[in-house]
């Protein structure tokens, strides 16, 4: 039963900060690359952040760089986004999706095996 998890969303204002969390069961990142896409109401689903599963390269969005900051804890079997300077129009439901595969890089626009179900950011005052 392979799955991941993703948890820490929920409500804070604009500034402030959150850390999501990407928990995998039934198997080990260690062998996959990692994403965090994020789709608004009406909107298309987009790519925000993806680390890869050699070297531990990183790849960002435009609108996110210098603000999130993506890792890993291999020990926990866990991939953290850490969301600091939020914004409104970062208001989405965040999704962690798997690659497998060994990668130097990390990439949006290929297929990822298995997405989580995701969890609520709402930033707003």
């Known amino acids: 039963q392979l799955r991941v998890v993703e948890s820490g969303g929920g409500l804070v204002q604009p500034g402030g900060s959150l850390r999501l969390s990407c928990a995998a069961s039934?198997?080990?990142?260690?062998?996959?690359?990692i994403g965090w896409f994020r789709q608004a109401p009406g909107k298309e689903r987009e790519g925000v952040s993806c680390?890869?599963?050699?070297?531990?390269?990183?790849t960002y969005a435009d609108g996110v760089k210098g603000r999130f900051t993506i890792s890993r804890d291999n020990a926990k079997n866990t991939v953290y986004l850490q969301m600091n300077s939020l914004k409104p129009e970062d208001t989405a439901v965040y999704y962690c999706?798997?690659?497998?595969?060994?990668?130097?890089?990390?990439?949006?626009?290929?297929?990822?095996?298995?997405w989580g179900q995701g969890t609520q950011v709402t930033v707003s005052s």
């Open positions: 039934g198997f080990t990142l260690d062998y996959y690359n």
């Open positions: 680390i890869s599963s050699l070297n531990d390269s990183t």
């Open positions: 999706a798997v690659q497998h595969g060994l990668f130097r890089r990390c990439v949006f626009r290929t297929q990822y095996d298995y």
